[in-house]
């Protein structure tokens, strides 16, 4: 088993965590495509050496680097089919579909008519990269190039890394980043019910968040900012929603970087049962703790107690 063989090796415990969670990452896609939990997902091509070896050989890599804040173009695919283990597939595959959906990485198609960016190379990009776009005000220090045996026919088979300065005197984080859309609109002619609706209906169709904010507007009258937010990629489809569901004759758009505490989950045992509690940490470090809602709510319904006791236990029992 793959993660018992880099777990039993001599590697350091953050080369073996970040292989083995970028391994997790592939095992989520493919059992998600195969209709399996992760751990049941055997491993056709990604469990081959030459792929332990990418993954295990990048995550020394950056240990060695000093384990440096990673920054990625945006992804480009090429076009086409491949052959894998269950049949013939069109570019992008699903698994490596799935892996960039997973961490909210929007994937560009160009005219190349071959797979650019493998299952194993997603899960990479994924685990590490903290964003995607263009290079801005690098120092690039050292440059590396690996070159590939293939011709492509539109782009130099060619992958740079660049080891660059950061600005002086920033700060080093282990906070995950990435960009989003913010959609916003001013209303003074929009009923409460409508309002409302919208609100529901944006989060049901998968808005990261939308709120209202009172304003006041031209002719002194009231009104709502309204703000809705989703990934980049569907700010468009949302702009519409915004236009034909309320009285707005625009919506203004910017993209704003997020900066993001890691996450994790552990079960915290209470008189009235265990629940699960949400934690964000910052280098390492527990900053944030919070008891997951659904999962208070169906122990305080087994119990038979008010949910905010349930609240309270978990609160306690917290560091």
Request: aromatic share 6%; with cysteine.
């Amino acid at each position: 088993m793959i993660r018992g063989l880099i777990q039993g090796s001599t590697l350091s415990d953050w080369v073996k965590s970040r292989s083995i969670a970028v391994f997790h990452r592939v095992a989520v896609a493919e059992g998600k495509v195969h209709g399996l939990p992760p751990e049941s997902v055997h491993f056709h091509e990604v469990g081959a050496v030459d792929s332990i070896v990418d993954i295990v050989g990048a995550a020394i890599c950056l240990e060695l680097l000093g384990q440096p804040r990673i920054t990625s173009a945006p992804v480009v695919e090429g076009t086409g089919f491949v052959n894998c283990a269950h049949g013939r597939f069109p570019i992008p595959t699903t698994a490596t579909l799935e892996i960039l959906g997973a961490r909210g990485i929007g994937v560009t198609q160009c005219e190349e008519p071959h797979e650019l960016v493998t299952p194993t190379g997603a899960a990479l990009l994924a685990e590490f990269a903290e964003s995607f776009g263009p290079m801005g005000s690098i120092k690039a220090q050292r440059i590396g190039y690996g070159l590939g045996t293939r011709n492509n026919k539109t782009r130099p088979n060619v992958l740079r890394a660049i080891l660059s300065e950061g600005a002086e005197g920033s700060a080093t984080h282990d906070w995950l980043t990435d960009q989003v859309a913010v959609l916003e609109t001013n209303l003074d002619d929009i009923s409460g019910e409508i309002l409302g609706h919208v609100l529901d209906k944006a989060l049901r169709l998968g808005a990261l968040d939308a709120f209202h904010t009172p304003i006041q507007m031209k002719k002194q009258r009231p009104g709502v900012l309204l703000t809705l937010l989703c990934e980049p990629d569907d700010a468009d489809r949302f702009t519409e929603f915004l236009l034909l569901e309320t009285s707005a004759f625009g919506v203004r758009r910017t993209v704003a970087e997020r900066r993001k505490l890691q996450r994790d989950h552990i079960a915290v045992k209470t008189p009235f049962g265990t629940v699960q509690v949400k934690r964000g940490l910052l280098n390492g470090k527990v900053v944030q703790s919070a008891p997951e809602y659904e999962s208070c709510k169906g122990v305080a319904a087994m119990a038979g107690v008010p949910v905010k006791e349930v609240f309270d236990a978990v609160r306690r029992l917290l560091p």
